[in-house]
Nanobody, 119 residues
Framework: QVQVVESGGGLVQPGGSLRLSCEAS????????MSWHRQAPGKERELVAS????????NYADSVKGRFTISRDDSKRAVYLQMNMLKTEDTAVYYC????????????WGQGTQVTVSS
């Protein structure tokens, strides 16, 4: 069974840092592009960052460029999101997504991890 699990969320003050982790199992990890999405209360889910299956290309939402870094470690079947200089507007539930390289019809979501940025 495919399982995608996020961890690392929590409460942090503005300007602080957090590192989110996502571990995937039950799939051929090397054939999946990975991404992080977030959803704040009353708002639609948005793409935050993505990374290709090879790790050779990354993309970021304009709102997080220069502050967030996505990376992957195939040996650990994991993807990470390093978040620096956090702002209150970064508060949201963060979700990990695994997308099969052959088709978007095969993709899996984690349960989400809460990130709260508050003084």
């Amino acid at each position: 069974q495919v399982q995608v699990v996020e961890s690392g969320g929590g409460l942090v003050q503005p300007g602080g840092s957090l590192r989110l982790s996502c571990e995937a199992s039950g799939l051929d990890f090397n054939n999946y592009g990975m991404s992080w999405h977030r959803q704040a209360p009353g708002k639609e889910r948005e793409l935050v960052a993505s990374i290709t299956r090879t790790g050779g290309s990354t993309n970021y939402a304009d709102s997080v460029k220069g502050r967030f870094t996505i990376s992957r470690d195939d040996s650990k079947r994991a993807v990470y999101l390093q978040m620096n200089m956090l702002k209150t507007e970064d508060t949201a539930v963060y979700y990990c997504n695994a997308r099969w390289r052959f088709s978007s019809t095969r993709q899996y979501w984690g349960q989400g991890t809460q990130v709260t940025v508050s003084s």
